[in-house]
């Protein structure tokens, strides 16, 4: 294809240099690929072999400013596969998976640009670089003493190998989980399977069906939580809820063309591997390496000061739900699927209040506005929409962001529905970062929820407090004020990226924000202070079970990664093992199993989903600080916030970023007590 054909190798054009959504087609990115990586390569070589002395700036900025063609389509691509995917895009992310590794190992593997750049880092202290240049030039050099710069011969070899393999596990283990979720629905048969369920839950089950061509009037759950949750939470079917729940718990776990679990294993084989390759105990010891935490030890003392007290405050819970289930009649003991139906039963009778009451108050729309209300008042930010832009769906949204001064600091788009091409779970992603690069890049960044689309969408709490987390990663990358793209906005330590995106939750249940925003979708009607009280009363409940669905898969994440090379593991009898070990409750179980557990096998969280607690740490000190403060808004707590945490990017040592915030480290007793788990 000549590339003046190739809207991937054109200029884009569009608005805010938006990708060319609507040209590209999946054919187009093999051969851009091609052009880009002979490009990128190009400049590497140029970099490496130029006759003048290693300095900073033909050295290390250089590196991190080449291969700009290569990024927004690699970016473009992956942001496509993840949101808006096909069966074509599907097969050519196969085909690529290898290749586009292969090709991050010929940059990683440059021995003339590692040379270089290591020389500078061997007198890093004598160059007089300031503390972002500094930074920028640690980083890179321990990025690519991690992708094997310093490994020789066979070694060097098989570190390649070990990754091309790694691209093509991870993008199976991703598509075989999409497969499984797009195909699978529970048909709803007449009132009697819609028993239980209010109005916005049958909305949302109408409209999935009506997505997937069914009849009007018909009615399907799939897995997607946000109707999945709320069919396990309202339905009296009790025997619909156990297939719900098996349906979820069981994805990825079956024989046939899309079974996870040889996937999983050999992804785990290989990591052994390349942990030793590197001269590492284990995989968890090498990815920790690169993590705040540093080593095992510090993430399980985390991980068990919240288990053991969870187990023991659902013990006391557990009580409650079981004499609600005999007053309901329902059987006992309990079981998995029982818990959330009952839980809510409680939550009805000992707080008098109903989610089914609450989610009127919730409609999306409205907490949008809500959560640009609260970076107005906090950072000053206003958002604009501008509806017609040339996006990839239509259900995407386009918001210009500006600042106080009315400056367009970047563009966010907002893609809230799930629907059988794009992928489970909620993230943030960028189509471009902020830089100083060629006078200064305007980010572009994108927020993906999965709520059920319905007319109007209402969300649970649990969905608000979604739509801020997501929100609170996006604002990372909008307000990111730094020079370099390696450190810009959300690229910083997987164990610190979640601070931004879980401290912005705390919004969600201001007073003041829910007062003003949160209105019944049909009247425009406040939500009652009475129902509001209610909301805040009950913000513990049920923490118990939520930390043991969360810190269960932590565990078993970290006990699976610790693994010395060599261990062969069948996953599904590693799990069953390591839950009897942690005495994981049968009634309440886990969040993630192996076989579908993303984070750790199609996404960045190996030996890594322990950073929500170790974030969870960080963002309920920092609340504490505009709490301490007497007031959510309090300018000068919100000042520090901006300058220290949401837009220094990774231009400081978190610890050293969250000190500046904070004025000392943070006490891990304000995340307990926030869950209600100390004495």
């Not at 570190?159 to 075989?176: K, S, W, Y």
């Not at 709320?230 to 079974?259: M, N």
């Not at 601070?499 to 705390?506: K, R």
């Amino acid at each position: 294809m000549p590339p003046a054909a190739n809207p991937l190798l054109a200029d884009w054009t569009a608005p805010y240099g938006l990708p060319p959504f609507r040209e590209v087609r999946p054919e187009h990115f093999e051969p851009a690929f091609e052009q880009a990586m002979r490009e990128q390569l190009a400049e590497i070589d140029a970099i490496a072999n130029q006759p003048e002395p290693p300095t900073f700036h033909n050295t290390v900025q250089a590196f991190d400013r080449c291969g700009r063609m290569y990024t927004r389509i690699d970016l473009l691509f992956h942001n496509l596969a993840a949101s808006e995917t096909s069966s074509a895009l599907q097969a050519v992310q196969r085909e690529l998976a290898p290749r586009l590794a292969a090709h991050e190992n010929a940059i990683s593997m440059h021995e003339g640009l590692f040379a270089r750049i290591a020389a500078l880092h061997a007198r890093r202290h004598e160059l007089d670089l300031d503390d972002e240049d500094l930074q920028l030039l640690d980083r890179i050099h321990f990025d690519f003493v991690l992708a094997g710069a310093t490994l020789t011969g066979q070694a060097r070899e098989r570190q390649g190998r070990i990754t091309e393999e790694l691209a093509q596990l991870t993008t199976r283990f991703a598509q075989n989980l999409l497969a499984e979720e797009a195909g699978w629905v529970l048909p709803l048969q007449g009132e009697t399977d819609l028993a239980g369920l209010p109005e916005p839950v049958r909305a949302a089950a109408r409209n999935a069906a009506a997505e997937r061509g069914l009849p009007a009037g018909a009615h399907v759950v799939t897995l997607s939580p946000s109707l999945a949750e709320p069919f396990l939470t309202f339905s009296t079917r009790r025997d619909l809820r156990e297939k719900v729940w098996r349906g979820r718990v069981e994805r990825g776990a079956h024989a046939g063309e899309h079974d996870n679990r040889p996937v999983a294993a050999r992804v785990v084989a290989l990591r052994q591997e390349l942990a030793a390759l590197h001269g590492y105990a284990s995989y968890a010891d090498y990815a920790l390496a690169d993590r705040m935490a540093q080593d095992t030890g510090a993430v399980l003392e985390l991980l068990e000061k919240a288990w053991e007290p969870a187990k023991a405050r659902a013990a006391q819970d557990r009580e409650r739900l079981t004499a609600m289930a005999r007053q309901l009649g329902e059987p006992t003991p309990i079981a998995a699927w029982d818990w959330r139906y009952l839980a809510e039963k409680v939550r009805q009778q000992d707080f008098d209040l109903d989610d089914a009451e609450l989610k009127p108050y919730f409609s999306l729309d409205n907490m949008i506005a809500a959560m640009f209300d609260v970076a107005g008042r906090l950072f000053g930010l206003s958002f604009v929409e501008r509806p017609g832009a040339p996006l990839y769906h239509p259900d995407v949204r386009l918001w210009e962001v500006h600042d106080r001064t009315g400056k367009l600091l970047g563009v966010f788009l907002g893609d809230n529905f799930a629907r059988p091409t794009k992928r489970s779970g909620a993230w943030m992603n960028v189509y471009r970062s902020q830089s100083e690069i060629d006078g200064g890049t305007l980010p572009i960044v994108a927020n993906n929820n999965n709520f059920a689309k319905a007319d109007p969408t209402l969300l649970s709490f649990e969905d608000v407090r979604t739509l801020f987390h997501e929100f609170g990663h996006g604002l990372h990358g909008l307000l990111s004020q730094v020079r370099h793209e390696r450190l810009s906005g959300t690229r910083v330590l997987r164990d610190f990226v979640e601070l931004p995106s879980q401290l912005f939750e705390n919004w969600a249940l201001e007073p003041q924000v829910l007062e003003r925003h949160a209105r019944h979708w049909r009247t425009g009607e406040p939500i009652p202070h009475a129902l509001l009280e209610k909301l805040l009363r009950a913000r513990q409940f049920d923490q118990a079970w939520a930390t043991i669905q969360y810190t269960g898969p932590a565990l078993i994440d970290m006990a699976l990664h610790s693994l010395p090379a060599g261990t062969p593991v069948d996953v599904g009898e590693f799990e069953a093992q390591q839950q009897r070990a942690l005495g994981v409750p049968e009634d309440i179980g886990q969040r993630h199993h192996l076989t579908h557990f993303q984070h750790l096998f199609a996404g960045g969280y190996a030996a890594g989903y322990y950073v929500y607690m170790w974030a969870e740490v960080l963002e309920a000190d920092a609340f504490d600080a505009f709490t301490e403060a007497g007031d959510p808004f309090h300018g000068d707590t919100a000042e520090r916030l901006h300058r220290h945490i949401y837009s220094t990017g990774g231009k400081h040592q978190p610890a050293q970023a969250y000190r500046a915030f904070r004025g000392r480290d943070p006490q891990v007793d304000s995340m307990l007590r926030k869950r209600g788990l100390l004495p």
